[in-house]
C-alpha cells in the first residue's frame, strides 16, 4: 500500500520540485497540501501549489491555506525574493480550475490525518507555522503522525543572516515549537540546509528537464529564475526532503537535539543542532548524502511526470 502523506509548503521553486517529485511517485498516496506565507504571500502560494498539482495532473488533491504570517513577529530581509515576485521564478501558470478547500491549514491537516487508511507522513518544507498550529490545537491527532520530514534550518551557516535559514528564520516561535518542545510524540527528521545546498542542479540537470517534455520544460524556466547566489549550483532544498522519504538508503541521519533561537539577537532563527545530546527530544538530522544518487532520483521523478502524459 503507498504511504499516506501530505506536505505543507510555500511555492516556491523548489517546493514546486517537491510536489512534482510527490506526484510523480506511486509509493506515496497525496492526500493533501496546506500552503503557508514565506517565499511569497498566502494567495500566491496557495495559487502556486494548485497550479502545480494541476499542472501534474492532480487537481484533484485538496489545497488548503494556513498562515499568511509567522506568529509573533513579521521578518523583514533585504534578502527576501530569491523566488520572483510571482514565488516561480517569473513562470506563469494556467490559473487552476475550482476552488481552495475552506477549512483553515491545520484544521485541514487533523481532518487529513485523522481520515488516513494509516499513519500519515507529513512533509514541511515551508516556515512551521502551520505545523506548530496544528500541534497546538490538535496534539492528539498529530501524535497518530507517522513522522515529519522538514527542510529547514542548518548545522553550520545561514542562508539568511549567517545563523538562520529561511524557513527558521521566517517563523522561529512555530520552528521552536516543532522541532525543540513540540510537545507530542512525533518522530522527526530534519533535512537541513548543509545537505541541500550539496544536492542541487548543475545545467546539465536543468538541460534534462528542459528535454524531458513540457513539465519538465516549465520546471526548468523555474529554476533558471532561481536568484539564490549560489553560482552554478541551483538548490533544490524541498525536494531532497521527500527524497530522504523515496530512498532513505541514500542518506545519513544522526539523532540530535535541536535548539532554536527564538531570541531577539543576531542568532534569532538559528538552530544549535547538538549531535551528543544529553537529554531531550530528538531529531533525526541528515548529516549527509549521496549528492550524485539523490540529483538522479529527482531527475528520474520529475521528468517521469512527462512520460505519462
Ligand atoms: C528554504 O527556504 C525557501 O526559500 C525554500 O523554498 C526552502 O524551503 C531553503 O532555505
Ligand atoms: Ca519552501
Known amino acids: 500500500m503507498a504511504r499516506a502523506v501530505a506536505i505543507d509548503c510555500d511555492p516556491g521553486i523548489d517546493d514546486m520540485m517537491a510536489l512534482l517529485t510527490v506526484c510523480a511517485s506511486p509509493e506515496l498516496d497525496l492526500r493533501g497540501v496546506t500552503t503557508v506565507g514565506g517565499n511569497v504571500g498566502i494567495e500566491l502560494t496557495t495559487r502556486n ?36 515576485d510571482g514565488g516561480l521564478g517569473g513562470i506563469t501558470l494556467p490559473e487552476p480550475p475550482g476552488t481552495a478547500d475552506l477549512r483553515p491549514a491545520a ?5 487529513t490525518v485523522a481520515a488516513a487508511p494509516g499513519p500519515l507522513t507529513l512533509f514541511a ?10 500541534y497546538a490545537l490538535y496534539p492528539q491527532v498529530a501524535a ?8 529547514g534550518g542548518s548545522i553550520g551557516a545561514g542562508n539568511m543572516t549567517p545563523a538562520a535559514e529561511f524557513n527558521v528564520w521566517f517563523d522561529p516561535e512555530a ?27 548543475v ?8 528535454r524531458s517534455g513540457p513539465i519538465g520544460a516549465l520546471t526548468a524556466r523555474a529554476l533558471g529564475g532561481y536568484r539564490h547566489g549560489l553560482g552554478a549550483v541551483t538548490p533544490v532544498h ?18 540530535a537535539r535541536v535548539h532554536v533561537d527564538a531570541g531577539y539577537g543576531p542568532s534569532r532563527g538559528g538552530t544549535v543542532v547538538d549531535l551528543e545530546p544529553a ?5 533525526d538530522v541528515v548529516v549527509d548524502a549521496d549528492v550524485h544518487a539523490v540529483v538522479e532520483a529527482l531527475l528520474d521523478r520529475v521528468t517521469s511526470l512527462d512520460q505519462q502524459v
Do not use: Q, W, Y
Open 238 to 255: 524541498d525536494a531532497v526532503a521527500v527524497l530522504a522519504v523515496l530512498h532513505p538508503e541514500l542518506i545519513t541521519t544522526r539523532p
Open 107 to 111: 484544521e485541514f491537516l487533523a481532518a
Open 144 to 151: 497518530r503522525l507517522d513522522r515529519l520530514v522538514v527542510m
Open 49 to 84: 501549489a494548485r497550479s502545480v498539482l494541476s499542472l501534474a495532473g492532480r487537481g484533484d488533491v485538496p489545497v488548503a491555506a494556513g498562515a499568511a504570517r509567522s506568529l509573533v513577529r513579521v521578518p523583514v530581509s533585504e534578502k527576501r525574493g530569491a523566488h520572483g
Open 279 to 283: 537529554d531531550g527530544p530528538t531529531v
Open 125 to 134: 518544507v515551508g516556515p512551521l507555522t502551520n505545523v506548530a498550529l496544528f
Open 175 to 201: 520552528a521552536h515549537r516543532v522541532l525543540t518542545d513540540p510537545g507530542v510524540p512525533v518522530p522527526t527528521t530534519l533535512v537541513p540546509l548543509d545537505v541541500t545546498r550539496r544536492t542541487g542542479l
Open 203 to 210: 545545467d546539465a540537470d536543468i538541460a534534462v528537464l528542459a
